[in-house]
Structure formats: C-alpha cells, structure tokens
DNA sequence: ATGAAAGCGCTAACAT
DNA sequence: ATGTTAGCGCTTTCAT
C-alpha cells in the first residue's frame, strides 16, 4: 500500500526481509512465544516496515474459520420508536472487535407483502401499522455457513417465537440468541435476554410511589411471549401493592394508533391515573391520546414506555422509558460465541440482564 | 450440514457424484454457458443435493477479491433524532446483496474523551450535548485493505470535512463516500449526497404557502459545510420570496438543548412565526421552547425539521420534515462500488439526490 | 465442451 | 527455536 503498483507483501516477502523462514513470521504473529525475543523483534520491524498484514482470506482457507460473525438485519420499521438496533449495532461491533471478529450483515429476500394485523410467528414479518413485508425467518443463514464465509450468527429476531432457533439448532450451527427461548423452554442454545418483568415492575413501583393508584397497561397481543413477559411485570406488582388491574389492561398491535385508540378507550371507561406500556411507540400513541384530550403527561396523567428510544429522549414532555442494557447484552452474547468457537462447555445456556429506568418528564 | 458428521462438500464431491471433473463444476457455477445443456444439469443437481456451496475463503484467495464491504459504524448518540442509520444501513444491505456483496461493520478504537464543543474537523467524535467519544477517522480502514479482507469502503461521515476521503484516495483505496468532498473539490473519487439546499427550500416555500413571513433558522455552527449548504436553502427561498432573514438565524450545537435556548432567544426579540431547523434533534429542542411558553407547534407557530427521523414520525404533534431519499442513496453508492471494482472508468463523480417533505402537524 | 496442472498465502504437522 | 513439507478449496491457464 505504501506505493500503489507493488503489490501487497506476504508472509515470504516478510521472511526474506526479516532473514527467517516464512514459519517463524508465522509464528511470530500466531505463537510469538516461540520465538527467541531477538528473532521476534528483528521479525516485527520487518513487518512494520512492509507494512504487513497477514491475507485473510489464505488464513481462512487454512484455518477453516472466518472470525466473522454473521447478523441478519431487517427492515427498519417506520413510525415506530422501535430504534433499539442503532445501539445495540454498535455494542456488538465494538465487543466483536475486542474478541478478534468483524460483524457481517446480511438480510433475506422478501416473500411477498402483507396487510393487515399481524398474528403468526411462522414467519418474519415488519408491521408498520399496516403494510408489512414478510421474508422467510431462515433465509440467508444456511448459504452463509456452507459458504464458511461466517463462524457463527446472532440472532436478534427471536421474540417472534424463534423458528430459526430450531432450525439452527437442528443444524448444528453455531449461534447466540438475543432473546430467550419462549417457545422451547428446552432449547440448549445460549442466549442472552433483557427481563422484560423487571423493567415494568422498575415502572409500577416508580409510579405507585409517585402515588398513582390507577395504573393501566397498554401492550401486545396475548400471542406475544416478550408481551406477557413484560405485562406480568405490571400484574406482578399491582397485585403486590393490591391495587386493580381489572379493565385497565389493553392488547394490540404495537402501532402509535393502537396506543392512542386504547388509551382513549381507557379514558373513557376507566380513568386511569397512569399508562405502562409495552413499547416506546405504544406509548407515543398514548401521549398522543392525552394531547388530543388537552391533557398533558407528566400533569395530567403519567406514561411510561420501554425501550428507552430516541424517540423517549427528544420528544416534549420526555418520555419516562424502561431501558435495556444494550451494551451490556452485546458484550455478553460475544462471550457465548467465544466459547462456543472455542469448544468451551457452555456452563448457563441463558443469561437474563435487568434493565434500568430512564425517568423523564412524563412520570 | 445435511448430517452433521460429514464434512461439508467440496468441488471435487460435487465432480465425483456428478461424474465429471472438478473443473466442470467450477464452471457449471462461474460460466455455466460453457456447459452443455445435459452436463450442467447433471452437475446442478449434484450441487442441490449435496447442498453444495462454494468455500469463499478459497474463492477469496484465489480471486483476490472478498465480496465484502466494509462499513465504519459511529457509535449512536444518545440525546439526538439522528436515527438516520438504521434505516442507510437496511437498504446498503439489501443493495449490496443485489449487487452480490456482503457489508463488513467495523468500529474505531476510541483515544479519548471530549467535553466541551465541538468545533474541529480533524477527528471524527460524537457530540451529545456535552460529552464525545473520540475516534481516530482512519482507524481500521488500513489494516481491513491490507488483509484483503473488504474489497471496497463505504464512508459515511464525510461531513466533518473528510479527513479520510483525502487518506483514502492517496492510498488509492476504493471507495465512495455517502456525503460530497466539501472540503476537497478537486477530490475525484465517486460519491452520493442528498442536496440539503433543495430540501430546505423545499421547507421554505411549504411554508410561506401556508401564510408565513418571518420564517427563522436554526442550525449549525458556521463551520459546518453540511450546516451552510442547508441554510443556503434558506436563506435562497427567503430571499426569492422577498421576505426577511436579518437576525432570524441561529447557529450551534447539534443538540437539543442549542435548538431549545435558541428558540427562545429568537422568539424574545424577533417574533417569527416559524422555524425551519438543520436537523430534527434541534427541531425538537425547538418545540420543548415552545412547549414552555404555552405554544403549540401547527397552531401557533410552525416547525419543520430535518431527516425524518423515527422521533419525528411519532412524537405529538407529528413533526413536519425534510426526508433523504436513503434506499436510493444506498442504489447508488453500491452502483459506484460495482464500476469501482469492476475498474469502469466513473462518468460523473458524484451524484445528488432530491430529498422529499413529509408533512405532519406541526406546519 | 471437458480435463489436467499449477498456485493463490497461509498454518499444521513434523523434522531438525 | 527454526526450517521443511504439504495441502486447505478454489479458479486460471492451457491442452485436448
């Protein structure tokens, strides 16, 4: 690279400069305790000095790994808050780098689109409070691992009801779920997961000490594992501090419209003091409902979302949001694919990180 | 993968149970014209039901290319709309793999810490309204290059004056870059930008439509080329539309807070009736000003920012804002990488893209 | 249209 | 502690 036309030095460029065989530069990247320190050092100034950089692609071929980790992306859901993969990108490239691997992003070929409410989990699927764009939850993962061109995924999609985790599993291939398990409660694959319970329960104890007695819940459908993980939180501890949950508890799909209309519906019937919801969307629609009423959050009545999105930040009043350790969750699921491309036993399969409350203005 | 014992197929497997040469199968999957019609279908259901898929760390190696496009990835700032990437990074990936590529995501290594503001262009940082993690702007790209590992970058944050766009082309790397040379407009290496003068003009005449006269500015520092091309877009229309622009501008952080206080400060001494922002993060910090007073965006005064961001989508009321056409931008830049790699000589260096308005409430 | 030979750059296994 | 040999799986000549 130093000067245009020649081409890239390799390990025999590097060994005649340095006056050793093509091995010992080898093992001066790969085992430099091998090496008697003057002959490693004498090695690594030649490497300096060519500017060196072992050819990745001959490595690969001969060690059968890539030290990359494939990660599926899918659409970036409109008119939602839902902007949690920004972050959680970044963490795991970052934790990536620090284990020796590169994130490669791959997506898969779409099926066709619907409209509609979605209610499946036999595929993937984008609800953007109607139009979606289903794509096959498998796709793309099994070319890759034939391919060799990845040592292993992570798989974010699981809250759906994981086909994939089957799938791969089935498979035998390497990968770290973000997301328990729901449906298997016997898969033996690790994953990493944010308690969901826990967050909400952080949102109804905080806004039963600000001295809210009517607490309603606006989330998912009942189909929704991560939904009903989330929702116990609110029964959980409404119950612990005996307070109702009767009528005040809303499903649907996760839309700002879903939250707005359901947090009308409450209004009307049951006056509810404060809003939990399920998502930082479901919860902009809910403030959305209060401003079309002329109430205000945070006066008026109190909203707390999860996520803790941008959206939650920036917005006026800011939104009260349960906020997942994202960081946190990355550097764990490279862990697991460290041990598993190491062949170490995997002692926990699952791993469950409490996420923590980001107290704003609408609480 | 079909028995997990069994190692994977390879060329010569294929060769065997179709009953031909390793080379025959090569060709069956590079230049199957060369083929007859009966071999290459022999030879094709061979490879499907072995499942078959080429070693790419062995193409790699032998055609010296990776298939891959490597990515730097900024970490996401907290506190600001800028949600732009999610939705860039969707459709590079989709792009990408039209065109037969996988993204590589990589990261910097941070050296340091910076508080305070933000004015320099010589290293990348991530302003939060306080706090930034500094980042070397070269760092990864040349050891990526070096190793073969990625055949081509693509750089997103040109707009703090490119240091790289100049390291990058002196080293001849390929690569295009998702924002234009400001700094450099000599620098000849392909590119794609959306043009942020038309989409604020764009704004402008949206608003003096709907009745406005005394339309005010709020954006960036001066230094900022990104910040000035879209104020041109202002100051432009204002001037067409023969209406004021004399201390209607501010300039600042991008941040919240800047777009807050300067809210307040214009509407103190100068009474506009709305205001066109650089960003939908200052757009926001607009509206909590107007929040404070008692005012409401789309009834009292008029707001409209810029990027579109999920923010802007479900925030109440729904904010007005300039839209980048980023699926297209993504098109477009995979298309300059194809002619890069495929050494076809680049016609135009770079292109621009028309950004579109997505109206909402708040004008 | 098909086959044989060579070699991309590296590291594992073995020898010294 | 260093060197030698072989081969990972593929594609690029070149020959048939």
Redesign the interface.
């Known amino acids: 690279?130093s000067s245009?036309a020649e081409s890239?030095p390799t390990l025999a460029t590097v060994a005649v400069e340095a006056g050793v065989s093509r091995q010992t530069v080898s093992n001066a990247l790969n085992s430099p305790e091998l090496l008697r320190p003057a002959t490693l050092e004498r090695v690594q100034e030649a490497v300096e000095r060519l500017?060196?950089?072992?050819?990745?692609?001959?490595r690969?071929?001969r060690t059968?790994t890539?030290h990359?980790i494939g990660l599926r992306?899918?659409?970036?859901v409109?008119?939602?808050?839902?902007?949690l993969?920004?972050?959680f990108?970044?963490s795991l490239?970052?934790s990536t780098?620090d284990a020796g691997y590169?994130?490669?992003?791959?997506?898969g070929?779409f099926t066709g689109t619907f409209t509609g409410t979605f209610t499946g989990t036999e595929t993937g699927s984008d609800v953007s409070g109607g139009e979606a764009r289903l794509t096959d939850p498998l796709d793309g993962y099994?070319?890759l691992?034939?391919?060799?061109?990845v040592d292993a995924f992570v798989v974010t999609d699981t809250y759906r009801g994981n086909p994939q985790a089957v799938w791969l599993q089935q498979?035998?291939v390497p990968f770290v779920a973000f997301g328990r398990p729901w449906a298997e409660p016997h898969a033996r694959h690790p994953w990493v997961d944010v308690d969901g319970q826990a967050g909400v329960q952080l949102a109804v104890d905080h806004l039963v000490e600000r001295g809210h007695q009517r607490i309603a819940w606006v989330g998912w459908h009942k189909g929704s594992y991560l939904g009903e993980d989330r929702r116990s939180g609110w029964t959980d501890r409404m119950d612990a501090h005996e307070l109702p949950t009767t009528r005040l508890s809303a499903r649907g799909d996760d839309t700002?419209d879903f939250g707005r209309r359901a947090a009308h519906a409450l209004m009307d019937s049951e006056h509810p003091t404060a809003f939990v919801c399920a998502s930082?969307?479901l919860a902009?629609g809910v403030?959305?409902a209060l401003?079309e009423r002329g109430l205000r959050a945070g006066r008026d009545l109190a909203v707390v979302g999860f996520d803790d999105?941008?959206?939650a930040?920036?917005?006026?009043?800011g939104l009260t949001s349960v906020r997942q350790p994202l960081e946190q969750v990355a550097v764990e699921i490279v862990r697991y694919v460290g041990d598993l491309l190491a062949h170490r036993p995997i002692q926990t399969p699952g791993r469950t990180l409490a996420p923590t409350l980001s107290v704003r203005a609408t609480s």
Do not use: I, K, W
């Open positions: 690279m245009p890239a500017g060196y950089s072992p050819n990745r692609a001959a690969n071929l059968r890539s990359l992306v899918e659409p970036a409109e008119d939602s808050a839902n902007a993969m920004d972050r990108l970044h490239v970052e780098r590169h994130v490669l992003l791959f997506t070929t099994e070319e691992l034939r391919s060799a061109a498979r035998s700002l930082d969307t902009m403030m959305r401003d999105s941008l959206a930040q920036v917005c006026t009043p």
